[in-house]
């Protein structure tokens, strides 16, 4: 089984966005927030067009089918830091049954060498709390806790 890490087209905005809403579905366990519907809304595909042209994109292929793919770029730095230029790692998703074969390390690897040779000086993630195989992933590569963001919910009380 060989796999092709590739920069994205335009002309794979929609298999990103079924696999972008494939991660919103199974990240409804961890945020029943997340609203199914904006991954094919306009300002969904907005975003995913900017970051295919202004940004990074990468999918991952197996025999010309993408089963993955990561998101990323620029992202902004609050004033009151010491930081001259961030990125975020977005989000990313990999197929089921493709997982545990490395394609995850190779779509974050592929973006942490594009932020080291564009110059950033520090890259962030988010992941849900309650997503602890998320966040053990990405302390394999580093990132280490940063903020924890508390929220409340009037509605659940």
Known sequence: ?????????????NAIQKLNLELFKH???????LNLNWTFSEE??????DRINNG???????????????AGGDTRVLSYRIVNK???LDNMFVLKEFRGKGIGTK????????????????????????????????????????????ELDFNSQ
């Open 1 to 13: 089984m060989e796999v092709i890490i590739r920069r994205a087209k335009e002309s794979d905005l």
């Open 27 to 33: 990240d409804m366990q961890f945020d029943p927030t």
């Open 44 to 49: 969904g595909r907005s975003y995913f067009l």
């Open 56 to 70: 990074f994109v990468v999918v991952a292929e197996i025999d010309s089918k993408i089963v993955g793919y990561l």
């Open 86 to 88: 961030m990125a975020e």
């Open 107 to 150: 779509l974050i690897s592929s973006f942490l060498d594009w932020c080291k040779h564009s110059k950033y000086d520090r890259v962030c993630v988010s992941a849900s709390a309650q997503n602890t195989n998320a966040i053990k992933f990405y302390r394999k590569f580093g990132f280490k806790d940063y903020v924890t963001t508390l």
